[in-house]
């Protein structure tokens, strides 16, 4: 028993220590809770996609790029980019065309369905990010927001 009680202790700090006060954890928590929020709205709207499909969905509704430009843009490597471009194919919300100037390139674009859902989706992540930070004042929302891009800045110059 007493071995019980030293090893619920251990966690607990190990817990307190090592997890809960982590800055990566506290963004994880913050990250679960928009897109646990997103996915609900997803759901409740019929829209069955994938996470990592999403930020390609979005960028292509401004511009077509390559699938080596999505890449870079999304900081994922060619072949989960190519695995999403082709459920998103299958979907009919993505068209691959190659590039008419470099044959080796292959260019993606939103087809209507995909630009009809984009837009569908983008409304869902407005009122998502609307229902989350909800619980802060105005004031509050501002220094977050704030903050959190000022991070973000400084870390991408790493």
Known sequence: MENLKTNNENFSNFWKEEISDSFFFQIHRIK??????TNALMNEAGITLQ???????????HKS???RELSDKTMRDK???????????????VEVV?????KRKNIVSLTNEGIT????????????????MSVFTPKERVEALNAVRSYADKLEML
């Open 79 to 93: 072949s989960s980019i190519l695995r999403s471009i082709t459920a998103l194919e299958k979907k009919n919300l």
């Open 32 to 37: 679960r809770a928009i897109f646990r929020r």
């Open 117 to 132: 859902l984009a837009k569908s989706i983008r409304s869902l992540m407005k009122r998502a990010e609307e229902e989350v």
């Open 51 to 61: 996470l990592e499909q999403l930020p390609l969905l979005m960028i292509l509704h």
């Open 65 to 67: 790029l390559s699938q």
């Open 98 to 102: 190659k590039d008419k100037m470099d």
